[in-house]
């Protein structure tokens, strides 16, 4: 009963053992590594019962490796027997060894189970040996596997069966042997420590394997790289070939004209040792053909005899002589060879005639073949007469000749190792339907080699086995082989450091297990001596607990503290933002206020008829100057958008050819009076339109020619266009000053300039910002720029064509009237006098009968005074106002029946796209911003008044206009902007200083290098001098206390200097 029980658990384990079975690869390394389980099974077999369990176990085991051996195999052969036989005797060898050695293991492993333990793992590590050893030699020495990796083999059938000893033999003692069965809590190390060992040699191999595998993908990765180089050079040479074949359609050709077009052909390609013209001879033209100057010149054609000697050759239809070749110097002696006599060319050459297509011979190593004792290789590619060279299917006899090239294989091997970097794998590359010619090997560290046929197959055998990778390669009408086998598939494992570490962290969890055992061990011993002092610890204990809670009372009320201080920092980050937000709209509002009225009294005096053509445009550069004041605080606004991730982006088709045009016209009164050449080149259909934010790259492109010609003093600029995919590209190159890598470094910060633009001025926000917008339409900005050689910008958008027909056209310009016959009764309730005159005036212009009104109480007043047969048409109303704004008087208006249908539109100074949402939602039908183009309003009114417009007359009369009151206006604008970015930045500077004493009072390292990394990108003059290095060194000695004064007191300066109309910070204001 125990045989039969023993030879079916045997035979079970060793079956769910094969399945457990991680070892990939060869059949012995599986079949090995398969019996882990059956080996600690074993052992605790022989512990248990002793000899009794060895009939058992040989007809479990040889079953096992029976039923093993047919499965790998599908069948079981005389020498599949006799390897079963010697593993399952080994098996058993070590499983007696093992019991051996261990017989009084379970007498002496309750008096010390650390130490007997240790000496189990040890004793089963070393009989392990046995059935690995014998397994290994059984597979070599019969034959079953010869070329099967035998270190790997014997390396996992070693580990597999100490990994089943130490896992499976320490378990089923405690549960099956009637001595330590009884004692199991004393004996509790000897599995667990069993089990930490068994698992880390596992974890080991596991780890060992994941490499291996890693390394064949690699190794699979490089040598498919490389037989498509191979590829490459190979299809490469046929290319080469077929030019010159194509070249041949000429019909004459000559020597000099042939290799005018070869040389460059083999010098670009080192593995193409000699290109050939080999013409078709017919045997009636044979004779002609030797003494005429443009063929052998004399010299008869020739032939190799089977003795290896050259001779006149003999009689027959065809020749195919070699004519002349590239290079010709070493190569005299082919000269009249004729190519069709020897076999293994006669043959491509008739392939070639017959299909009409590109043949090749198998590679060549004899001295008839190869002269200079190499592999070679010819391919060949006919060439029909002109006349019947288009014709299909080709006729063979129109064929006139051959085209050769002459591949010298062991450079072309070694030209593709050289260009993918494989140095550490051997690499057979041979013709595998061509068994009598030769191959070429190349291993790692060793030159190349020519392998004869007869060694060819067992070479192959032996490279084949284990780790490789075979890849076929196309050579025109034949195909390659290359057979690659990886270095280190020979080598001697070594460990990696993650096996290292792996192994290093087993043993050390072991150890540590082990350490904790026998402390337990150790404080069971003494816990009677221990008794005593019970009542003492007990007291130590709750003392420490007391202490504990103390502790934790105290972090407790840390954490509070620290919660509070993060509340409170939250508070004034909100607090800051809102300073921040609130600061902007201020600014936007108080500067747009005036602005408005400068750019309306200019329109209006622009469209006033009896203006002349010279005032008219003095007036248009006071115009245009506006512009470019409100262009600065937009850009301004922009940066604080794009910082706060606001920025909209608003996409329509644009033509943007005239886009381009409108900008260059801009810029080329300006470039001519600087005496620059201003070039436009755009290459852009004029069928489509593309697009894209109208607004935004508009203002990246003034941006980038207005730098341009404000940093070019001479020479030129080009503004160009085009398209490159589904992307436009427009770059903007000028020849002026240049930058060195410096100033590169910071182009792109914000309120930053180099040596040049502090010489010209400016805010330092256009690159920025326009870098900002590309970004933000879904494209890039680069600059490229070498001192005293100009600079280039280049702007890449994505932009989706559309049909030219969905462009909407341009704004009509000149003035609007009311139609006639139709009137509109309009209101205009405007504090500010300048701005309520300018939007009076123009509404009368248009025809318009206009009431005004200086705040919301005189506005709602007037509503509710016009009888109800004849109400406003509509109400232009500002939102920051005395007495009553606009938003109450909305209100009002709304809650009264007369007024509550009233179209009201706000206008006001306001730039900030959430406050514009704000007064649409709460009521008014649409929002005009300060200053307005003339435009806007006429938009109005025909959305929400019904209004009916017409073109104005135009009339040439006008009066004068003082050009000095233009220029000084023009001034004052400019330097109200520059105020306007220095204001901003100075608010900027000082929230980032607060953030900074912030972060040092509360000890955050990361907030104080961060906002110091930010303070040093800024311009260096922006604060005190020698206050950034103090605050960095400060940091450096981790001294928050001192680098928070310092900044407190920074900030007290500045603010104490507002009174004196000065500023602590230098260089944020004009």
């Not at 002109?386 to 051959?402: C, Q």
């Not at 220095?982 to 990361?1006: E, I, P, Y």
Request: glycine share 8%.
């Amino acid at each position: 009963m125990l045989t039969i029980s023993l030879a079916w658990a045997i035979g079970a384990v060793a079956r769910l053992g094969l399945w457990l079975s991680i070892v990939p690869g060869p059949v012995a390394a599986n079949w090995l590594a398969a019996n882990w389980l059956a080996a600690g099974l074993a052992l605790a077999a022989l512990m248990v019962f002793g000899r009794r369990a060895l009939a058992g176990l040989a007809i479990g085991l040889l079953a096992a490796n029976w039923l093993q051996g047919v499965g790998s195999f599908g069948a079981f052969d005389a020498a599949a027997a006799r390897v079963a036989i010697l593993v399952t005797l080994g098996e058993l060898a070590q499983a007696l060894l093992a019991a051996w050695a261990l017989r009084s293991l379970p007498r002496e492993l309750p008096r010390n189970p650390v130490r007997q333990t240790l000496r189990y793992a040890l004793t089963v590590a070393l009989c392990g040996l046995v059935a690995a050893s014998v397994g290994s030699f059984a597979w070599l020495g019969l034959a079953v596997a010869p070329h099967a990796e035998p270190l790997f083999g014997w390396v996992a059938g070693w580990l597999g069966d100490v990994a089943g000893m130490l896992v499976v033999t320490p378990v089923l003692l405690l549960l099956f042997h009637p001595r330590l069965r009884t004692d199991r809590l004393t004996v509790q190390p000897f599995p667990l420590i069993c089990l930490g060992l068994g698992l880390t040699a596992f974890c080991t191999f596991a780890v060992g394997l994941s490499v291996r595998d890693a390394q064949t993908e690699r190794f699979k990765a490089d040598a498919g790289r490389l037989a498509m180089t191979l590829q490459t050079h190979v299809e490469l040479t046929a290319r080469d070939l077929e030019t010159l074949q194509h070249y041949f359609y000429k019909i004459d050709v000559g020597p000099d004209e042939f290799r005018s077009v070869s040389t460059p052909l083999l010098a670009r390609s080192p593995w193409q040792s000699t290109f050939a013209w080999l013409p078709r001879v017919t045997i009636a033209l044979r004779e002609a053909f030797e003494s005429s100057p443009s063929g052998l010149d004399g010299t008869s054609i020739r032939e190799i005899d089977p003795q290896g000697s050259v001779v006149r050759a003999g009689l027959r239809s065809d020749y195919f002589p070699v004519a002349w070749t590239d290079p010709a110097a070493g190569r005299e002696a082919l000269i009249g060879l004729d190519d069709s006599h020897d076999a293994q060319r006669g043959t491509a050459l008739a392939r070639a005639v017959a299909g009409h297509a590109m043949s090749s011979t198998p590679p060549l190593s004899t001295v008839a073949n190869s002269p200079e004792g190499k592999l070679v290789q010819t391919l060949y590619a006919p060439v029909d007469n002109e006349a019947v060279s288009r014709l299909w299917p080709s006729d063979p006899g129109h064929v006139r000749g051959m085209v050769a090239a002459t591949l010298d294989l062991a450079a072309l091997l070694e030209a593709s190792v050289a260009q993918m970097g494989t140095h550490d794998e051997t690499l057979l590359l041979f013709d595998p339907d061509a068994p009598r010619s030769a191959a070429l090997l190349w291993s790692a560290g060793r030159p190349l080699r020519i392998i004869e046929p007869a060694q060819r197959d067992d070479l192959t055998d032996r490279i084949d086995a284990g780790v490789s990778v075979r890849h076929e390669i196309r050579v025109a009408d034949r195909r390659w082989t290359m057979l690659a086998r990886p270095a280190w598939a020979d080598a001697m494992p070594r460990p990696g450091w993650l096996q290292a570490s792996v192994l290093a962290s087993g043993l050390a969890f072991t150890a540590l297990l082990t350490a904790l055992l026998a402390a337990r061990r150790r404080r069971d011993e003494l816990l009677q001596d221990a008794r005593e002092q019970l009542e003492v610890q007990v007291e130590a204990r709750t003392h420490d607990l007391g202490e504990t809670n103390a502790r934790l009372r105290d972090e407790i009320e840390g954490h509070r503290r620290t919660e509070a201080l993060l509340q409170d920092a939250r508070q004034s980050a909100e607090a800051a933002s809102r300073a921040k937000s609130q600061f902007l709209a201020n600014m936007s509002h108080e500067i747009r206020t005036p602005l408005n009225a400068v750019l309306g009294y200019t329109q209006l005096l622009i469209k006033d008829r009896r203006q002349v053509p010279d005032a008219r445009d003095r007036l248009r550069v006071i115009y245009a100057a506006g512009q470019r004041l409100l262009g600065l605080i937009n850009d301004v606004l922009d940066l604080a958008k794009i910082e706060a991730g606001a920025l909209q982006v608003h996409l329509a088709p644009i033509d943007l050819r005239r886009e381009l045009g409108e900008v260059f016209s801009m810029f080329e009164p300006r470039a001519q009076a600087k005496g620059l050449a201003l070039r436009l080149d755009i290459d852009l259909d004029d069928e489509c339109g593309l697009v894209t934010d109208r607004a935004k790259f508009g203002q990246v492109v003034l941006n980038l020619l207005g730098n341009a010609l404000k940093f070019t003093d001479t020479g030129h600029i080009a503004l160009r266009a085009w398209r490159a995919g589904g992307d436009t590209l427009v770059e903007v190159e000028d020849s002026g000053p240049g930058m060195d890598a410096d100033e590169m470094a910071g182009i792109f910060t914000a309120f930053r300039q180099g040596a040049a633009g502090l010489d010209k001025g400016g805010t330092g926000l256009g690159l920025n910002l326009s870098r900002h917008i590309a970004q933000a339409l879904g494209g890039e900005l680069t600059v490229a720029s070498e001192k005293g050689r100009g600079t280039t910008v280049r702007l890449r958008l994505p932009m989706a064509q559309v049909d030219r027909a969905g462009v909407a056209a341009p704004a009509l310009v000149g003035g609007q009237r009311l139609a006639p016959g139709s009137s509109l009764r309009v209101l205009v309730v405007e504090d500010d006098p300048h701005s309520r005159d300018v939007l009076v005036t123009l509404l009368r212009q248009t025809g318009c009968e206009v009431e005004a009104a200086v705040d919301g109480e005189a506005g709602l007043a007037a509503c509710r005074a016009r009888p109800d047969d004849a109400p406003f048409d509509i109400v232009f109303s500002d939102i920051r106002m005395p007495r009553l704004d606009g938003l109450q008087m909305l209100q009002a208006l709304r809650a009264d029946p007369r007024t509550r249908g009233l179209a009201l539109v706000a206008v006001s100074a306001s730039s900030l796209e959430h406050e514009r949402r704000y007064y649409v939602e709460r009521g008014f039908q649409d929002f005009v911003g300060k200053p307005y183009e003339f435009a806007a309003i006429h938009e109005m009114l025909v959305l929400h008044a019904g209004a009916r417009l017409v073109a104005a007359p135009d009339d040439a009369h006008g009066v004068d206009v003082d050009p000095a009151a233009a220029v000084e206006a023009c001034d004052r604008l400019q330097r109200d902007a520059l105020a306007a970015a220095g204001a901003v930045r100075r608010s900027v500077l000082r929230a980032q200083l607060a953030s900074l004493a912030d972060g040092a009072a509360t000890g955050s390292m990361r907030q104080v290098r961060e906002r110091l990394a930010t303070l040093a990108a800024a311009p260096p003059p922006s604060l005190p001098e020698g206050l950034l290095a103090q605050l960095e060194a400060d940091l450096r000695q981790y001294d928050f206390t001192t680098l928070e004064a310092r900044v407190r007191d920074a900030l007290a300066a500045d603010a104490a200097s507002d009174d004196d109309d000065g500023h602590a910070f230098k260089g944020v204001t004009p």
